[in-house]
């Protein structure tokens, strides 16, 4: 069975084609991080307009690089939520347009189980049930995958996803946008135990996560080390120093605020799943989303993973930020159980997983 597969639900528009949802016959993925860098992030109202612009494109290119036609399609998949609604929008659109005049069978696919069924295409021995940390710009959550499309999310954030705290840092410490990678790339070359930044646990709910409190530190920190700076300018005066009031980052090591706010993070991401993993008798652990492209986190989880004697599964770097070979995954395993939408099929910015 060959899907194609549509996803546009944030700054990426992507199509592609996959077979029994394991094998990838084309990915074609146009991102907008050039232009959204302008801004110092995504701006909903220009990545609707981008996708609107792109999406004919992406998705014939996804089709002649599989070598393939609309007709050969089994059925059509694509991300309806969640996501930001403009840029769904785009997605949900032009899949009901091509399933309806080819009359396909159309299938709307949760943009964060797409994430999680990335690592089918890489691992084809993986099955559920198993324990995916699921870590985005949107989103952190971990879930037990029961059984294909079915889930219990166990952990959840209560303020920033995992991606936007990496995002809001990077900022702070002048690396502008997309920031996770930013980060992971200037944290090799600092030390992760330089500064001690909080690892944030909630009382009743062992699982879930709360990233603002280290976001803040970070923030405090600088500007602590600002004010020490300014009070050790104000008590030498005379003395002859190269530093000006306008260089921000003076005196302060952003390479070692990146790799200890990353140690932060990753400790709580690695600990939370070891916990659950535990309390849950699972021996199967997974990573997804974009936060899974990072060089720590992978290193960390799977080293636990090891001493633990737990298989460790991810997706290569290109499959864990957002691409559509991942909701073509979901998607197969969503038409196998009958899951059809209608054309009344709409957006939805919040949805929920199951
Ligand atoms: O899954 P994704 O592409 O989009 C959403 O569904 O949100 O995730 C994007 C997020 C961004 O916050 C980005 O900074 C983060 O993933 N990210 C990373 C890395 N690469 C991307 N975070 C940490 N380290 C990385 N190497
Ligand atoms: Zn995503």
Redesign the pocket.
Known sequence: MELLAIES??D?TAAAVVRDGREVLSNIIASQIETHKLYGGVVPEIASRKHIEVINQVIDEALVTADRTLNDMDAICVTYGPGLVGALLVGVGTAKAMAYAADKPLVGVH?IEG?IAANYIVHPDLEPPFLCMVA????SHLVIVKDYGEYDVIGRTHDD????A??KVARAIGLGY????K??AIAREGNPNAIEFPRASIDDAPYDFSFSGVKSAVLNYLNSERMRKKNDRDTQKGAVTDETESDDFAGINRADVAASFQEAVVDVLVGHTMDAALEFGMNKVALA???A???R?REKMSAACEDAGYSFYMPP?IL???NAAMIGAAGYYEYKKGVRHGLDLNAIPALSLR
């Open positions: 639900s944030c990426e943009h994430h985005s710009g949107g989103h996803a995992a991606g936007e990496f995002d997309p920031g996770g990678p980060i992971d989303g974009g936060v492209c990072n060089s986190l770097p864990c930020t957002d």
